[in-house]
C-alpha cells in the first residue's frame, strides 16, 4: 500500500507542476523581485522554466534578477537565452551590452584620469537600471581612486542599499570606514577628542553597524567622564558583536567608575568568559572583590591572573594589597616587588612594597621603595610617610621629622604625619 502511494504521488506531482500556468508563476516572480525577494523570485522564475524550457518572459526575469544581484556575466547569459528563445527580446539583450560598454568606457576613462567621464559613465547606467549595485559600485572605486574617501563611502554605501549582498562594495565600505576609525585613533592618540569624535562618527553615517567605531566612542566617552553615554556606546557594540571581549571589559570600568560594582563585576566575569586570558580583567576583579571584602575570592582570581600572565604587574599588586590587608606581610612584599620589578613607573607599587617592608622592620628595603615612590610622585604624602616611618624605625628622628613634614602637606596624610611629628616632638606622651 504505502508502495502504491508513492508511486501516485510520483505520478501527480509532475502532473501538478506542468498543469500549471508559466505566465502566473512568472507575475509572481516579478512581483517578489519589484519586493527585494530575490531567492524567492529566482525560485519561481526556474519553477515557470520547469514547466516551459523556452518560456522567454522568465529567461528576462533571470537576466534582471542577476543585475539586481551586481552579477552581469549571468544577466547576459540569460539575456542571449531570451532571445534565442524569443527574438522580441533583442532590445533587452542591447541593454545589456550597453551596460557593459559603460562600464568598459568608465574603467578607460578612469586609467586615463578623466574622473568626471567615468563618473558620468556609470550615472547613465544607474538612471537607467537604478536596482543594478554594481553601477554605484563603480562610482565608489572611481572617488576612491580620486582619494575622495567620503564620496567613495556614500557610492558603496548606494550599492549595498541597493543590494545588501553585494561582496565588493562590502569590502570597499569596510577599507573607507576603517580609515575614518584610523583617522579618529590618531586625533585620540593626539589628544584632539572632537575630531577623533567626528571620524568615529564619519565612520558610523555610512555604516551604522560599524561595532569599532562604537567602542571607540565608548572609550572616549569613559575618558571624558560621561559614563552613561559611554555605557550607551558599548552596549551598542555588544547588540552587534556580543563575543568583542573588550567592550564587556570596558562596560565593566564604565559601571566600577560610577560605583556600580555589582554590574562591573558581572561584566568582568563575562569578559573573562570570552576571553580566559584577560589580564585586565582578572585584576579589575579581583580589585573589586577585596574591596567588597570577598578577600577568599580576590586572592583566588589574582592568583590565576599571577600564573596565566606573570608580566602583568598590576596581578601581583593586587594580590600584594590583599595580602596587606590580611596581615601577611611577607607575602604581601614578595608579591609587590614582583609588581615594582615589571613596573617602575607606579609609584602606587613602590608605595605599598614600601608598607610591607616596614610592617617587617625591613628598613632599607622600605627606604629604596618609598624613595622611588616620592621620586616619582613628589606631591604624594603615602611615599614621605612611609620615608619617615624607615627612617624612625633606623633611628634617624631628624630626617624621619623631615619626610613627615613633607607627609603633612598632603591633606589626605595630614593627621598621620602629625601624629609622627608628635611622637617625634613628644616622646613621654607615646610611652607604654
Not at 88 to 100: D, V
Not at 194 to 222: C, M, P, R, W
Not at 254 to 270: M, P, Q, R, T, V
Not at 390 to 418: C, Q, V, Y
Request: with cysteine; proline share 2%; charged share 30%.
Amino acid at each position: 500500500m504505502k508502495v502504491i502511494k508513492q508511486v501516485i504521488i510520483y505520478l501527480f506531482i509532475p502532473g501538478f507542476i506542468f498543469g500549471q500556468d508559466p505566465e502566473i508563476i512568472f507575475e509572481k516572480a516579478q512581483t517578489q523581485m519589484s519586493n527585494g525577494q530575490l531567492e524567492d523570485a529566482e525560485i519561481n522564475f526556474n519553477k515557470a522554466l520547469k514547466i516551459d524550457p523556452s518560456f522567454a518572459p522568465a529567461l528576462q526575469g533571470l537576466s534582471k534578477l542577476s543585475l539586481h544581484r551586481g552579477d552581469l556575466s549571468s544577466a547576459n547569459q540569460y539575456s542571449n537565452q531570451a532571445v534565442q528563445a524569443d527574438e522580441e527580446y533583442r532590445e533587452w539583450s542591447n541593454k545589456i551590452m550597453k551596460i557593459t560598454e559603460q562600464i568598459q568606457n568608465g574603467r578607460r576613462f578612469v586609467q586615463q584620469g578623466q574622473y568626471d567621464e567615468a563618473i558620468e559613465q556609470y550615472s547613465a547606467m544607474l538612471d537607467n537600471h537604478p536596482y543594478f549595485p554594481e553601477a554605484a559600485f563603480y562610482m565608489g572605486l572611481t572617488k576612491f581612486r580620486q582619494k575622495d574617501i567620503e564620496g567613495a563611502a556614500t557610492y558603496f554605501k548606494e550599492a549595498l542599499d541597493i543590494y545588501p549582498f553585494h561582496s565588493k562594495a562590502r569590502k570597499g565600505l569596510d577599507n573607507v570606514t576603517k580609515q575614518f576609525l584610523n583617522s579618529g585613533n590618531n586625533a585620540y592618540k593626539r589628544g584632539d577628542l572632537d575630531k577623533a569624535t567626528s571620524f568615529y562618527k564619519k565612520a558610523l553615517k555610512f555604516d551604522e553597524n560599524f561595532y569599532l567605531a562604537y567602542f571607540q566612542l565608548g572609550v572616549l566617552e569613559k575618558k571624558m567622564g560621561r559614563s552613561k553615554s559611554s555605557i550607551d556606546y558599548l552596549k551598542k557594540v555588544i547588540s552587534i558583536k556580543p563575543e568583542h571581549d573588550k567592550s564587556w571589559f570596558t562596560l565593566g570600568s564604565a559601571y566600577e567608575s560610577d560605583g556600580n560594582f555589582e554590574e562591573a563585576i558581572k561584566h568582568y566575569l563575562k569578559a573573562i568568559d570570552l576571553n580566559a586570558s584577560y589580564s585586565k580583567a582578572y585584576g579589575n576583579l579581583g580589585k573589586l572583590y577585596i574591596n567588597k571584602g570577598s578577600l577568599k575570592d580576590a586572592e583566588d582570581i589574582l592568583k590565576t591572573v599571577t600564573q596565566i600572565d606573570d608580566r602583568y604587574a598590576d596581578g601581583f599588586m593586587h594580590l600584594g594589597i590583599l595580602y596587606l590587608k590580611q596581615e601577611k606581610f611577607e607575602s604581601a612584599a614578595e608579591n609587590l616587588l614582583i609588581a615594582t620589578n615589571l613596573d617602575k613607573k607606579d609609584y602606587n607599587k613602590f608605595f605599598n612594597l614600601a608598607t610591607s617592608y616596614n610592617a617587617v622592620e625591613n628598613w632599607e628595603g622600605s627606604l629604596a621603595a618609598a624613595r622611588k615612590c616620592t621620586e616619582l610622585q613628589k606631591r604624594f604624602g603615602g611615599g614621605w610617610y612611609e620615608l619617615g616611618v624607615s627612617e624612625m624605625g633606623k633611628g634617624n628622628k631628624t630626617r624621619a621629622k623631615r619626610h613627615f613634614d613633607e607627609a603633612h602637606k598632603d591633606r589626605d596624610w595630614r593627621e598621620l604625619a602629625a601624629r609622627k611629628i608628635d611622637e617625634i616632638n613628644n616622646p613621654d606622651k607615646y610611652q607604654k
